[in-house]
DNA sequence: GTCCTAGTATGACAGCTGTCATAGAATCCG
DNA sequence: CGGATTCTATGACAGCTGTCATACTAGGAC
């Protein structure tokens, strides 16, 4: 998750994601971002002109990109495959990032969702498609793994929702206890899906 | 959940809940509070010396104790006693509202980790109560219900993550489709974990 | 050289935030 | 009646917000 070598316009959407999943949508401000990305200040109104509501959507969406696309390396460095075993995975990197960085970041697609779902509607719908573009590709690696075609939507979505909610109750008691524990109980059930060998 | 007749101290808790659940804690302003309350905003200072950090804090703890006091009701007005319809009948309570009130809303002590966890410590650790506060009682039900002593409050720790993570992808989908999916997967591996007959 | 464009730099704006100081009403006690 | 307590009213404060207008610099095209 380090991100410098790049310009300076993805570093603010990179910062804009940082600082959206640590404070809230509406506790960071567009100087904060530029500063934070140590980008100049008279750049926001240039490479986003839609204003904060850009940004912050455009936070979302790599937000989204950037989960989906770790299901496929997940599913890739799998020692031996199993949905819990993805499942383990996904929350490992939670569990990870807590016990090192702290608990003071959660998921920054969910932070706009509890902002913005009311307030603004694009990012209402970023926050939306940010979802569904998690879920295709972990429905696509359950199938991979054995689990037939028509649940394996369903249960992207349930993990997605056990996953999202066990941060965010983390993070409330800074705690992997929720994490540890959703992990252990999902897996089982997870595993009972797979009807076929892949 | 409709609260006119008590002191202006409980409404001004009660429409604090209300905003903050709707547009998030650094959203939600002292001002709107006391206008939604119709409370009088020199009463304020008044019954929270502790400025905003108090009135949130204490929205928090009421929503914890709602919860709570909700998973009561419903395991007694369950048709037929079990995990997977006390869960559904949380669910429930979720995809009503969505359905008659709207997307507008999510749950307060959510909105109140993702936007204090890391800025308001005492805010932080009233979430943390909330939760607890709301699985102790879930995990007794399951107890009733026959789920083993042992495993009770790993499965509400799970019921609750799961539901909370659905209520955000509802919200970021307006679609109820993530609650009624988590409900109908849920529900048969929570009942599977029922050994004994109350 | 000029011209054009991409990107940057500032400063100002109105609007809102939470908080505080202070004064005022209402209500009950004795 | 006086007096104390509880609650309300109001105005001001510094600080921050997102946005905009405007001027500036760099770098290449030709």
């Known amino acids: 998750m380090a991100g410098s070598e790049r310009g300076p316009r993805e570093r603010m959407v990179f910062s804009a994601a940082q600082l ?3 404070d809230g949508v509406a506790a960071t401000g567009m100087r904060e971002v530029a500063a934070h990305a140590r980008a ?3 750049s926001l109104q240039y490479y986003f002109p ?3 509501e850009q940004l912050v959507n455009e936070a979302v969406g790599w937000a989204g990109r950037y989960a989906a696309d770790r299901v496929g390396r997940f599913l890739a460095g799998l020692a031996e495959p199993a949905p819990s075993g993805l499942f383990a995975a996904m929350v490992g990197q939670w569990t990870d990032e807590f016990q090192t960085q702290g608990f003071g970041s959660g998921c920054p697609v ?3 969702t509890v902002d913005c779902a009311d307030s603004a509607e694009s990012t ?3 926050a939306g498609a940010a979802f569904a573009c998690w879920n295709a590709p972990l429905a696509r690696a359950l199938a991979e793994l054995g689990v037939p075609e028509q649940r394996t939507g369903s249960l992207a979505t349930l993990m997605i929702s056990a ?3 066990a941060i965010l109750i ?3 008691e800074r705690d992997i206890r929720a994490l540890t524990t959703v992990a252990r109980e999902l897996g089982p059930l997870l595993d009972g899906c797979v009807t076929e060998r892949a």
């Open 20 to 22: 959206i999943r640590r």
């Open 170 to 172: 983390a993070r409330a």
């Open 110 to 112: 969910a932070a706009a």
């Open 40 to 42: 100049p200040r008279g």
């Open 124 to 126: 209402r719908a970023a």
């Open 50 to 52: 839609g204003g904060k």
């Open 163 to 165: 996953l999202e909610g």
